[in-house]
């Protein structure tokens, strides 16, 4: 056998490595959203159904900002710093806004709480401080539960709609391709990184399932509602 067939074959360029990781995880999602999206339907988000949506978001931005921050002490390289300190200025900007939308509709998140998959995907997975570019590149592939603009498509016609920064599709990936570019060098970094991202994308999708069995809740207390109300102003008018 000649020796140069057991030369290890060398590892992909990282920049290359990224984009294949994101398209990957990019095809993956689109198969999966050709099924049954999060609202069962594509009738328009009632209110109490965008209120929902406004919590979500505004708990996960909340999420973000404290496992961005945990990274800043461990990530390296000043180029990642930076990132993370831009996505985390960006998360406060747009948490302070969607609390005040919230606040516009006659509420808050005092009552609400996170679904366990949420818990798990954000609060857990990506909170992790241990190999932090890897983290930081599953964060940039895999953070989108419910696609923005599967929301925005079901949005009731009120005032208050999902604040969003064009930055948000922006920053993520750059950051997740400055950290391929410093620690995805090597055939071992690569696999690790890939079933990190494999990982992750597993709980955003488990994310999605979850808000859509949430969605589903609410509509289900609705009719029920609707069915007392129906009966209570049946019963009035037999009197």
Excluded: C
């Excluded at 404290?66 to 990274?71: A, G, L, N, P």
Aim: charged share 25%; hydrophobic share 40%.
């Amino acid at each position: 056998m000649n020796s140069a067939t057991l030369r290890p074959r060398p590892a992909k360029d990282p920049t290359a490595f990224f984009d294949d990781l994101v398209q990957t995880v990019k095809a993956r999602r689109e198969a999966l959203t050709k099924t049954p999206n999060l609202s069962e339907g594509e009738r328009p988000l009632t209110r109490l159904e965008l209120i929902e949506w406004l919590q979500f978001r505004y708990w996960y931005l909340q999420e973000e900002g404290r496992f961005v921050d945990s990274w800043l002490s461990n990530a390296p390289g000043t180029e990642l710093l930076a990132g993370l300190g831009a996505l985390m200025a960006d998360s406060d900007r747009q948490s302070r806004h969607l609390l005040a939308q919230l606040e516009a509709l006659g509420t808050t998140t005092a009552t609400w709480s996170p679904e366990s998959e949420w818990d798990h995907w954000i609060s857990e997975f990506h909170a992790s401080l241990d190999d932090i570019p890897e983290r930081i590149m599953a964060y940039a592939v895999a953070q989108a539960p419910v696609p923005m603009e599967t929301v925005e498509q079901l949005l009731p016609e009120i005032s208050a709609t999902p604040a969003r920064s064009s930055a948000r599709d922006r920053w993520p990936m750059a950051l997740g391709l400055s950290a391929a570019k410093t620690y995805a060098t090597t055939l071992e970094r690569q696999a690790h990184t890939r079933a990190r991202v494999m990982h992750a994308f597993e709980l955003e999708q488990k994310a999605r399932l979850a808000f859509g069995r949430r969605i589903r809740s609410l509509r289900a207390r609705a009719a029920a509602n609707d069915v007392v109300d129906e009966g209570s102003a049946s019963g009035e008018g037999n009197h």
